[in-house]
């Protein structure tokens, strides 16, 4: 029996990332929590009648310059060297900054965590995810990372949202 897990795949900086889907309540556009451009690693917005932090992926995990981790809120899409052949794919995602808003586990404050190049959700086999080499594990700076799956000979770095 194949075991396969849902991913939410996207890109920073021509790197491929992937979040398991089940981690995510909702994929939403930038525009539509955020009314003017905010600045710094994070902002505080009113959604749904509560209060929501979103978190700048980018800044979270030290992928660019600390000067405007929302460089690229009203940018265009990047062009990367995508793995076009996937086969794995379920469906694709318009390529425009979104927020992704977490499960949450009772009544506090909302979490979101914008991302710049949403790419699609994925199918990935258990048998493709690989966990980071020991090395890598006792050297990292973020504990979010936890593996590495190989679709197609395309990496792409697991996340973990409740460790970010």
């Known amino acids: 029996m194949r075991h396969n897990i849902s991913v939410l795949l996207f890109s920073v900086r021509n790197t491929l ?3 398991d889907a089940g981690q995510v309540e909702e994929l ?3 525009e539509d929590v955020v009314s003017s451009r905010p600045f710094g690693e994070e902002c505080r917005v009113r959604y749904n009648a509560r209060d929501l932090q979103i978190l700048d992926f980018s800044s979270r995990l030290q992928l660019h310059e600390r000067s405007d981790p929302w460089r690229n ?3 265009a899409p990047e062009k990367s ?10 469906s694709m995602l318009e390529p425009s900054p979104k927020v992704l808003l977490t499960k949450q586990k009772g009544e506090g404050m909302l ?5 710049e190049y949403p790419k699609q959700l994925l ?6 995810i690989h966990r980071l080499p020991v090395l890598m594990r006792e050297k990292k700076l973020i504990e979010a990372i ?3 799956a190989l679709v197609e000979g395309c990496p792409i770095v697991l996340v973990d949202l409740e460790r970010l």
Not at 81 to 90: P, Q, S, V
Not at 111 to 115: A, H, K, L, S, V
Not at 123 to 128: D, F, H, L, P, T
């Open 17 to 19: 990332f992937g979040v």
């Open 28 to 30: 939403l556009n930038i």
């Open 73 to 75: 809120f009203h940018a």
């Open 81 to 90: 060297a995508f793995c076009a052949r996937n086969t794995a794919a379920i």
């Open 111 to 115: 979490r979101g965590i914008y991302i």
């Open 123 to 128: 199918s990935i086999s258990v048998g493709c």
């Open 146 to 148: 936890w593996g590495i």
